[in-house]
């Protein structure tokens, strides 16, 4: 299974990016697709969860902000990043797995990773 993540950037704060994440090679509506972020100096930071199209998961920080969305047509996750801020600055890393809904925030019970894409907001 591979993962391609694509769409990062550099924005002014206020502004908006869109990510995706196309995954080839394995049964992509059968696991539960995830963003990750992580800053330098910081640890990989859960962002938002996606397994059915009504039911998602963000977290704390950028709830009302990000929106995430899949196409099980298409293999494809993306992340919608809206009053982007300086702190949201980060490497962000979509990731495949089956884990249980109380764990979905923690990076190693995914299986799969993409190969993260550098979004940059500028204040």
């Known amino acids: 299974v591979q993962l391609q993540a694509s769409g990062g950037g550099s924005v002014q704060a206020g502004g908006s990016l869109r990510l995706a994440c196309e995954v080839s090679?394995?049964?992509?509506?059968?696991?539960?697709m995830s963003w990750f972020r992580q800053a330098p100096g910081k640890e990989r930071e859960f962002v938002a969860s996606i397994r059915s199209v009504n039911t998602k998961y963000y977290g704390d920080s950028v709830k009302g902000r990000f929106t995430i969305d899949r196409d099980n047509a298409k293999n494809t996750v993306t992340l919608q990043m809206t009053s982007l801020k300086p702190e949201d600055t980060a490497v962000y890393y979509c990731a495949a797995g089956r884990p249980i809904a109380s764990a979905i925030s923690n990076p190693s019970l995914y299986y799969y990773w993409g190969q993260g894409t550098q979004v940059t907001v500028s204040s």
């Open positions: 090679g394995g049964a992509f509506s059968t696991y539960g």
